[in-house]
Structure formats: structure tokens, C-alpha cells
């Protein structure tokens, strides 16, 4: 039986007639292919809908963000991700403070991941190139589907039980986890020592990945297992 996979979604934060929801099409694609029904969640206002929507999913998927505004670090170096998008943070952080409490799976990647964390209480590092002396360039300008850098994964984990691909990732981002979130555990790092996933242990699949494997999978179909899991995990 397909199961059904709700994607959030990026929000444009502009109102009215000017606002747009927008998501890459490799994170349905790789749902699809996963075995999984891709069903896209826009923000929803109303707060008791969200109960009613997760009710009716099989699992969650809560999708990286879009690119910010080249100024957007000017006039605060150290943003949160509350600030880069009030909107799509309030109601991602209510969607999964929600979905935390049922046994839905969970999967977050890059800024997902990181909502995912700060849910459970962890904190991020939020300005990787002022913060971090020496840290490697997690924002790549070759296109998603280049790796760029060396993943290490904790042998034992639930990431390494996937069967993952042993080679590099890709990194788009300007944030990090700093302290994993309470009943979260880090299962990967990057070469410069900065967490690339998190996960729940126990039986129940919860999994944050800071890199993005929807990009991944298309040239390297080993990268589809995240998502594989995801449904999985979604049909028992």
C-alpha cells in the first residue's frame, strides 16, 4: 500500500496576492520513487488543522530552505531561523513539535534538519564562517548534485544501517547543530568537525541529515535510502 508523505514547503513571506509556497521537485520525485506519495503541506493558520493533517499522513518529511537575499546577513550576522522566515518556522516548528509526540517518522534535511533540532531543545551554530575558525565552505557553488566533502558516520547508527554510499556530500548551508536536542543523538560529521546528521535511537525512525540526498540520488541512486527508510518506516 503507497503511503503518504507530507513535504513542507518553502513560504515566501510576502502576504496577499504576492505570496508563493515553492519546493524542488527532487524531494517529491524522491518520495515517489521511494514507493511513497508525495503530499505537499502549505503554512495552515489554523492550529487545530494540523492535527487533523497529521492524523492523515504516514510520515514527514520537512525540506531544506531556499537561498537568502544577499543581504539578508548584513544588518544581523547571526540570524535565527525564526528571523530568515517567521512564518515557515512557526508552522514548521508546530508541525513537528506535533509529530515529536505521535509515533510518525520523520525525516528533516538541511534546514529541516536543523528546526527538527531546536524542536528538541538543541541549539545551532548560526554563522558557520564567523563562528568556526577553520571551517570548511558548506556553501557550494558547484551544482547539488557534486559532492564536496567527506562524511563520517558512526558505524552502529541508524544512518550507517541504511546503507549509504561511503563517499563525499554536498553543503548548502550557513547553519549548523551545535548540541544535539534531548533523545537526539549525532551519528555524522564533516571533515571540519560540524554535525551532518541526527537521529533518534531506538526503533522509531527519526533521522535530521544537514546534507541533501534528494540532489544525490538521481546520479547515485544508493542516496535514495534516507527516503526508502522514510516510507518504510511510514507502512508499519
Given at each position: 500500500?503507497?503511503?503518504?508523505?507530507?513535504?513542507?514547503?518553502?513560504?515566501?513571506?510576502?502576504?496577499?496576492?504576492?505570496?508563493?509556497?515553492?519546493?524542488?521537485?527532487?524531494?517529491?520525485?524522491?518520495?515517489?520513487?521511494?514507493?511513497?506519495?508525495?503530499?505537499?503541506?502549505?503554512?495552515?493558520?489554523?492550529?487545530?488543522?494540523?492535527?487533523?493533517?497529521?492524523?492523515?499522513l504516514?510520515g514527514?518529511l520537512?525540506?531544506?530552505?531556499?537561498?537568502?537575499?544577499?543581504?539578508?546577513?548584513t544588518?544581523?550576522?547571526?540570524?535565527?531561523l525564526?528571523?530568515?522566515?517567521?512564518?515557515?518556522?512557526?508552522?514548521?516548528?508546530?508541525?513537528?513539535?506535533?509529530?515529536?509526540?505521535?509515533?510518525?517518522?520523520?525525516?528533516?534535511?538541511?534546514?529541516?534538519h536543523?528546526?527538527?533540532n531546536?524542536?528538541?531543545?538543541?541549539?545551532?551554530?548560526?554563522?558557520?564562517?564567523?563562528?568556526?575558525?577553520?571551517?570548511?565552505?558548506?556553501r557550494q557553488?558547484?551544482?547539488?548534485?557534486?559532492?564536496?566533502?567527506?562524511?563520517?558516520?558512526?558505524?552502529?547508527?541508524?544512518?550507517?544501517?541504511?546503507?549509504?554510499?561511503?563517499?563525499?556530500?554536498?553543503?548548502?548551508?550557513?547553519?549548523?547543530?551545535?548540541?544535539?536536542?534531548?533523545?537526539?543523538?549525532?551519528?555524522?560529521?564533516?571533515?571540519?568537525?560540524?554535525?551532518?546528521?541526527i537521529e533518534?535511537?531506538?526503533?522509531?525512525?527519526?533521522?535530521?541529515?544537514?546534507?541533501?540526498?534528494?540532489?544525490?540520488?538521481?546520479?547515485?541512486?544508493?542516496?535514495?535510502?534516507?527516503?526508502?527508510?522514510?516510507?518504510?518506516?511510514?507502512?508499519?
Amino acid at each position: 500500500m503507497h503511503r503518504l508523505i507530507g513535504i513542507t514547503v518553502h513560504c515566501d513571506p510576502h502576504e496577499g496576492e504576492n505570496g508563493t509556497y515553492r519546493l524542488a521537485a527532487r524531494y517529491a520525485e524522491a518520495v515517489e520513487a521511494a514507493g511513497g506519495i508525495p503530499v505537499l503541506l502549505p503554512v495552515l493558520q489554523d492550529a487545530t488543522a494540523w492535527d487533523v493533517v497529521l492524523a492523515r499522513l504516514d510520515g514527514l518529511l520537512v525540506s531544506g530552505g531556499e537561498a537568502l537575499p544577499a543581504d539578508a546577513f548584513t544588518t544581523n550576522l547571526r540570524p535565527s531561523l525564526e528571523e530568515t522566515n517567521p512564518v515557515r518556522y512557526r508552522f514548521e516548528r508546530t508541525l513537528l513539535s506535533t509529530a515529536l509526540r505521535s509515533d510518525l517518522p520523520i525525516l528533516g534535511i538541511c534546514r529541516g534538519h536543523q528546526v527538527l533540532n531546536e524542536v528538541a531543545g538543541g541549539s545551532l551554530i548560526r554563522n558557520i564562517a564567523l563562528d568556526i575558525p577553520g571551517a570548511l565552505e558548506h556553501r557550494q557553488s558547484a551544482p547539488g548534485w557534486h559532492p564536496v566533502h567527506a562524511l563520517r558516520v558512526v558505524p552502529g547508527s541508524r544512518l550507517a544501517a541504511l546503507g549509504i554510499p561511503p563517499g563525499p556530500v554536498n553543503s548548502f548551508h550557513r547553519q549548523a547543530v551545535a548540541e544535539p536536542g534531548t533523545g537526539f543523538t549525532a551519528v555524522a560529521w564533516a571533515p571540519d568537525g560540524l554535525v551532518e546528521a541526527i537521529e533518534m535511537p531506538g526503533p522509531r525512525f527519526v533521522l535530521g541529515l544537514q546534507f541533501h540526498p534528494e540532489k544525490l540520488w538521481p546520479r547515485e541512486p544508493a542516496w535514495l535510502a534516507p527516503f526508502l527508510a522514510l516510507v518504510s518506516a511510514a507502512g508499519r
